[in-house]
């Protein structure tokens, strides 16, 4: 095949630069190393220039982009959202008494200062706050004389044993216990509304701001004996902002890890400088670019950098590779520098260009953070291009690298030939190709992937965990929300199905019976905690206007009577439907949010809605957590199916145009396979389910990890086409390319592994889940593609003639390298 | 509240009636609740139920989207009858153990010749309405305030099938009065074959809610709003006024002969001890809403109130004491189950309740 002359010795030793002919190489070459200093210069301004629009990119966590936008349930949420003020935006704030019960004076002095706190507190909207010491909570009573009530705090309050008899008899006829107050009497709640938007200035909501303010101001008033929880989205998006910070920093270690990798392979102080200090300019124009563009930090495409980083270093740690080598025969860095761009230009080129082909089928997910992610990541592969296959050229020959360092390159390199030192590894790995090693290994893959199979059977669509699967269980946020859902009524898991009518609908009588029917069929379903609507509010009302009598607990067909009910409704709860009564939700709190659960609610729903939805009656789907992210599920899981298959489409192709062989893309694609079914198990093993996080997975783990095939089976199938033995073909293409197989996976690895460490659980199932595939996508391409190619690429035909895009720098004096063989 | 509700439902009732008959007859996509029978549901013992009684050694449970339940091992299992309607239903009557009637929201009355197994309607609120039309039509003097009864009329037939029945008792397998909202009464003598409107034969003048209607010993009570409580005066045919202290809602009565009890709101309860003629109110210390009561077999009295307190009379209803349940469950209706156990239906379904002192 194409790879022709692959070693470094067939480029000249040029020691003197007056000896190397400046014209030589293509005019991109000469274009960039004849006018050095103008690219140094012109790069130096580039750098400043997006480091500067860099330092003005914006943090987010913008629930709306995670969310599948053109999936029907969504775009009837989004239509709808304004309407729907019950599902949206309010944070619980549980004030727990940890020596004793709410009926405690000092207790309540303490809720009484941190409900005066929060009333302060910007954005929210003061009207609606609601706790045991706001007026608007109230207790009634049906008398004779008709209803009696009052603030379930009386005004009379003094903190004595009477007045404390008082609170008692109070929150008892005021049916708030499981709301406001606590089932075990142990804590009470203050419900906060808030305000999207400032009605004075116009101004967003700034959740970050929220979240921070939340903890300076109200968190703070813990201590010994009062316990604070605090749930609810902004809190959430602010604790996930903290998150994308706090994984910010890890940048560090990954780079420190690239660090360590780089000085370890060509013990040059210089070079490992040089490569981390491209990689850095690499991201710093992501960045740069990104901002500019207008783009936004997500807790996704965050991760972008990494990668551009990670890919980075192992297109860096190749062109040390050439000129060590060149440096180290004696050749002038300059000319040496200038090698290395011929060698490797276009091949890099085209590397990156394939890992593109991950990120492009990653647009192809109607999820505004994966579209955001992949765009980002394209954006940051095409910058690549410049920094690490121009720029560090063009460094090099001006800094040389270290020749200590070079000449012990050459040193290792001539033992490892001889298989020592790394070389016995080699020689091992050889050993699959034999008919033994390689019946045992493609048996024990066989098998893995058999159980591995039969494990992912079990893969679950969706977030398996209760609370906020965003945030880790043990996060702050998920144990305030576990102690707020077993000590009161409702769960946090809200499925809605949206009603929507003409003006002053919601509460026409056969409005409310059709979302009694739809109630009673969902509450049916298991999983469905209970429901809650207008209907609930509309009949409690009536048998109040009756008494009490709970045979008057019933849907009147009395018109006036619903509309006595609507109006009383809307006094006391403003969620319940829209202003002009156009829009109402018919809420199902569920036990959990498992796919399972969500399937079987959305199932009954549509049903429903077949039967029962009218032009004017309109019962569309979904709205509430829940309801979201039963549609993300139904996209997810859609596109899981066909992301898969581009992908491997994708790589099949590329793998075929690169060998010519359908034996080969054989070879190539089925340790991927393997690597793919056990990425799916190692998630049902470790309860991860397939989500919107777990989409790039597969594609960055497959589009990136064919590579490791692509160097392999490139130089083996051109020794083999040279006539040579299986073996040795294997044996000469791992001495040429196994280093750099071993050093690509252990620098993608080291660049995603630290998001393990993230306080977003999605990141660091993501980290867990890249760490894997890229990891053993490198084991199995270096074990399995010598043990494949045994049985199926034994015999491999001599080329009649060379196919003619193989032909790199054809034309030029410079050595013609396949682009498959050094490229990433 | 309820005056304001009336006075809304009366003045505009002529425009609300029409709107209403409109809506409910040309809305389309839409099947009426008196047009759809009760869906079986997989929860229908943990319904809200209004109305328990004991068919035999059945036990059947009416409420609310038409459900009806029966029960033969005492209430541990339940067994969803077949419903024509899936109307609210307020209360249940078993004269013999095969037949009984259950009335609901809507007009609706149903009868079951199979004790509870399957049922069938006998009125609803249109029916209902063409009754009062038909009755008052051919009989237009009938009555003492006939001209204003005149009025009236014609918005029940206006109106539509809106009015609840809210209570039933059945004498035998043929006699039979049913009663609810704005001072709706009919009795049959013919298992429900015809019924004849008693609404001119009440002592009610401002026409509040009946909301029951019970023998003790020998005579027939009916009670309702505002300290409301009449007794059948089997001479003239009318149910005349009782004088009870009190002017909150009477849900209920009960008791046995020299001892009536009335209850209602708030924890109050009248007794008398000379069928209605004098009153005297019993402190329960409990100020909860006593919407059912019964006597058991062994003769003691006992009321439930919506906390589910069971306040238990062992002297003729002229004390009442609480006794010990270990979860408390509100109750809209009650069966006796012996001298030990009572039945209750309510909001949250069914429970068997033992009475310790």
């Known amino acids: ?824 | 509240m309820y005056h304001r509700i009336k006075q809304i439902a009366l003045t505009s009732a002529l425009l609300a009636s029409v709107v209403a008959i409109c809506l409910a007859a040309g809305e389309p996509g839409f099947i009426d609740v008196l047009d759809t029978p009760a869906k079986k549901s997989s929860l229908v013992a943990k319904a809200h139920f209004n109305g328990i009684a004991v068919a035999g050694k059945r036990l059947v449970s009416v409420g609310q989207r038409g459900y009806i339940v029966y029960s033969d091992d005492q209430g541990a299992t339940w067994v969803q009858a077949s419903v024509p309607v899936s109307a609210d239903l307020t209360a249940v009557s078993f004269p013999t153990p095969g037949k009984g009637w259950a009335v609901g929201h809507d007009g609706v009355v149903l009868n079951s010749t199979d004790g509870g197994a399957t049922w069938s309607r006998q009125l609803d609120g249109h029916s209902l309405a063409k009754i009062i039309a038909d009755y008052y039509g051919a009989h237009p003097s009938a009555g003492p305030d006939a001209a204003r009864l005149q009025d009236e009329l014609q918005q029940y037939v206006d109106k539509g099938p809106d009015k609840p029945l809210l209570d039933v008792w059945f004498e035998n397998e043929t006699n039979g009065y049913i009663v609810g909202a704005f001072n709706l009464i009919f009795r049959t003598v013919d298992g429900g074959k015809s019924w004849e409107p008693l609404l001119d034969r009440t002592d009610n003048p401002k026409r509040f809610h009946l909301y029951g209607i019970r023998p003790v010993g020998t005579d027939l009570y009916l009670c309702g709003e505002q300290g409301l409580a009449l007794k059948l005066d089997r001479q003239t045919g009318r149910f005349r006024a009782l004088t009870v202290p009190y002017n909150g809602t009477l849900f209920g009565i009960t008791g046995k002969p020299g001892a009536l009890i009335a209850h209602g709101l708030r924890g109050n309860v009248f007794r008398s001890a000379d069928a209605g003629t004098t009153w005297k109110k019993v402190e329960t210390g409990i100020p909860v809403g006593i919407i059912c009561g019964t006597v058991m077999d062994d003769g003691r009295i006992v009321l439930v109130n919506q906390a589910g307190n069971l306040l238990v009379s062992a002297d003729n209803g002229e004390s009442f004491s609480q006794a010990k349940v270990e979860q408390p469950f509100s109750a809209t209706s009650v069966a006796p189950l012996g001298d030990q156990t009572v039945m209750l239906a309510g909001p949250r379904g069914m429970r068997k309740q033992t009475l310790k002192q």
Not at chain 1, 83 to 106: A, C, H, M, Q, Y
Not at chain 1, 129 to 152: D, M
Not at chain 1, 190 to 214: F, H, N, Q, W
Not at chain 1, 317 to 336: E, P
């Open chain 1, 1 to 824: 095949m194409a790879v022709r002359n692959d070693k470094i010795e067939d480029m000249p030793v040029v020691k003197d630069l007056k000896d190397f002919d400046q014209k030589s190489g293509n005019w991109l070459e000469r274009l960039v190393f004849n006018s050095r200093k103008m690219v140094m210069i012109v790069c130096a301004l580039v750098t400043l220039g997006l480091a500067w629009q860099a330092t003005k990119l914006v943090f987010n966590a913008s629930f709306e982009k995670m969310i599948p936008q053109s999936h029907p349930y969504i775009k009837n949420y989004l239509a709808n959202k304004n309407e729907l003020r019950g599902l949206g935006n309010s944070l619980r704030v549980v004030v727990e008494n940890t020596k004793g019960d709410i009926f405690d004076p000092e207790y309540l002095e303490a809720l009484k200062q941190i409900n005066d706190e929060l009333f302060l507190t910007p954005g929210v909207d003061r009207a609606w706050v609601k706790s045991l010491w706001t007026p608007a909570v109230r207790w009634t009573e049906v008398t004779e004389e008709g209803f009696q009530g009052g603030p379930v705090m009386g005004d009379d309050y003094d903190g004595s044993p009477k007045s404390m008899a008082q609170l008692k008899l109070n929150i008892a006829r005021s049916g708030i216990t499981g709301s406001l107050v606590a089932n075990d009497f142990k804590s009470s709640m203050i419900s906060v509304p808030l305000m999207e938007t400032d009605p004075a200035t116009g101004i967003r909501l700034d959740y970050s701001v929220l979240a921070k303010t939340l903890e300076k101001n109200i968190r703070s008033k813990q201590n010994d004996k009062i316990r604070i929880h605090i749930i609810g989205f902004a809190k959430l998006v602010g604790d996930l902002i903290d998150g994308l910070m706090q994984v910010i920093t890890y940048f560090g270690a990954a780079a420190l890890i690239a660090v360590i990798v780089i000085y370890l392979y060509t013990r040059c102080l210089r070079s490992t400088a040089l490569v981390v200090l491209c990689s850095i300019i690499a991201v710093v124009w992501q960045l740069g670019i990104v901002a500019t563009l207008g783009f936004e930090l997500d807790p996704y495409s965050i991760l972008v950098p990494f990668l551009v980083f990670a890919i980075g270093v192992s297109h860096g740690v190749q062109k040390m590779n050439g000129i060590m080598q060149d440096v180290g025969r004696g050749t002038h860095k300059l000319v040496a520098a200038r090698y290395t761009f011929r060698r490797l230009f276009l091949a890099g080129m085209t590397a990156l260009l394939a890992d593109a082909v991950g990120f492009a089928v990653l647009m192809m997910i109607d999820i505004p953070v994966i579209r955001d992610l992949a765009l980002t990541a394209s954006i940051g592969v095409a910058v690549l291009i410049f920094t690490n296959l121009l720029l560090l050229p063009v460094f090099l020959s001006f800094t040389g690298v270290s020749l200590k360092a070079a000449k012990l390159t050459i040193q290792e390199e001539n033992k490892e030939n001889k298989g020592f030192g790394v070389g016995t590894i080699w020689v091992l790995l050889s050993r699959f190709a034999e008919r033994r090693w390689a019946t045992a290994a493609v048996t024990f893959s066989v098998l893995l992937a058999i159980i591995g199979f039969v494990i992912s059977l079990n893969l679950k669509i969706g977030d398996l965990d209760p609370g906020a699967p965003e945030l880790r269980r043990n996060s702050r946020y998920n144990k305030d929300n576990a102690y707020i859902t077993k000590n009161y009524a409702l769960s946090s898991d809200l499925f809605a199905i949206i009603l929507r009518t003409p003006a002053e609908g919601c509460y026409k009588y056969q409005s409310l019976i059709e979302a009694d029917r739809l109630a009673s069929e969902l509450q049916q379903v298991p999983g469905v905690q209970t429901t809650i609507s207008l209907v609930n509010a509309v009949k409690q009302v009536t048998a109040g206007t009756y008494e009490g009598n709970p045979k008057w607990f019933t849907l009147s067909r009395n018109q006036d009577v619903l509309n006595y009910g609507g109006q009383q409704a809307s006094v006391n709860n403003s969620d319940l439907f829209n202003g002009d009564s156009t829009v109402m939700p018919i809420i199902a709190y569920l036990s959990d949010h498992k796919a399972e659960t969500l399937d079987r609610v959305v199932k009954v729903s549509e049903e429903f809605i077949k039967q029962h939805s009218t032009e004017d009656r309109k019962f569309m789907l979904a709205a509430g957590s829940a309801g979201i992210e039963a549609a993300t599920n139904i996209v997810v899981k859609e596109a899981n199916r066909t992301m898969m298959l581009y992908v491997y489409a994708a790589v099949i192709v590329l793998c075929f145009v690169t060998f010519r062989s359908w034996r080969a893309v054989v070879v190539a694609v089925l340790p991927l396979i393997v690597t793919s079914i056990l990425c799916e198990a190692l998630m049902v093993i470790l309860g991860i389910g397939v989500k919107v996080a777990t989409l790039p997975v597969i594609a960055l783990g497959v589009g990136i990890g064919v590579d490791y095939a692509l160097y392999l089976l490139s130089v083996q199938l051109a020794k083999q086409r040279q006539g040579e033995t299986l073996v040795d073909a294997y044996r000469h293409a791992i001495q040429f390319t196994g280093k750099v197989v071993g050093l690509v996976g252990v620098t993608l690895a080291g660049g995603v592994v630290t998001w393990v460490f993230s306080p977003i659980k999605f990141q660091a199932d993501m980290g867990i889940l890249l760490t894997f595939m890229f990891i053993w996508n490198m084991v199995g391409a270096l074990v399995l593609i010598p043990a494949l190619s045994h049985f199926l690429l034994n015999t491999v035909k001599q080329p009649q003639h060379v196919p003619e895009h193989f032909h790199i720098n054809a034309g030029s004096d410079a050595p013609t390298v396949d682009c498959r063989t050094c490229g990433n």
